[in-house]
């Protein structure tokens, strides 16, 4: 994968430096990074998946967003409609991953636990990666009895997941630089209760019209709450239809 900045300077980058989590943090030691990606449009999905707005360098930075964070945080809508599986190594990540297990973890949200625990996300995660489910107080007893057999089950919230709540279980469990892959609904959650720090976005340069949601789909947000910085526009060298930007927090 190579890419440079739009400017000042039109040179390659090294895209694991540009995209390193920032030493400090800001929660306890938790970053919460989201990697989103949306047509020109403004379209966050394709057919139905996000998938469909992609190239190589998206599918590429998408797994080097992987191999530098500790747990992947996903809804269960999403991991139903892109066929999630666990993480598998990316051939650059020994480095990335120095100290750290060879995967991260996946974090499903679900208020329901209407999920498949026979499937590979839950049956072929490394034991040092178990999948995890984020719920909440009051799911069926049954499946949540089930899902503590195929996953760690962290419990948090009652109508809706309490995602401070989480994070904070979530750090106490090692997992400190999280990654939300979405889906839209799951992301304006957590955006709203004022816990995302940063925006990975890819705009794709496609037209998709349709009724497809946005990168957030939820209630307008705080001012305060919406505010971002950028830090870096870059483009793929290969292929410069694609822009790669990269949001944090403006008071971060």
């Known amino acids: 994968m190579r890419m440079r900045r739009l ?6 980058v090294d895209v694991a430096a540009a995209y390193a ?3 400090g943090a800001s929660r306890d030691g938790t970053w919460v990074r989201a990697n989103m990606i949306a047509s020109a449009d403004g ?48 051939p650059s990540w020994g480095r990335l991953r120095e100290g750290r297990p060879a995967t991260p973890a996946i974090a499903i949200v679900s208020r329901s636990l209407d999920l498949d625990f026979g499937s590979p996300i839950f049956t072929e995660a490394a034991p040092d990666a178990a999948t995890m489910v984020l719920t909440v107080q009051g799911a069926d007893p049954a499946r949540l009895e089930a899902a503590r057999e195929r996953a760690e089950v962290i419990v948090a919230g009652t109508g809706s997941v309490d995602f401070g709540s989480a994070f904070a279980q979530m750090a106490e469990r090692g997992y400190r ?18 816990l995302l ?29 919406a505010g971002l910085r950028l830090v870096h526009a870059l483009v793929d060298a290969e292929d410069e239809g694609f822009l790669f930007l990269r949001y944090v927090r403006a008071t971060a």
């Open 7 to 12: 400017s000042p300077d039109p040179s390659t």
């Open 21 to 23: 989590y920032p030493p």
């Open 43 to 90: 379209a966050a999905a394709l057919e139905g998946r996000s998938g469909g707005l992609g190239c190589a360098a998206d599918r590429e930075l998408f797994a080097l967003l992987r191999g530098l964070c500790d747990a992947v945080v996903v809804g269960a809508g999403t991991v139903r409609a892109e066929g999630y599986g666990p993480a598998r190594p990316g």
């Open 177 to 194: 630089r999280l990654l939300c892959e979405g889906g839209p609904h799951v992301l304006a959650q957590i955006a709203a209760a004022g």
């Open 197 to 225: 720090d940063e925006l990975c976005l890819t705009l794709s340069p496609v037209l998709a019209a349709g009724a497809s949601q946005r990168v957030l789909n939820g209630p307008p947000l705080p001012g305060a709450r």
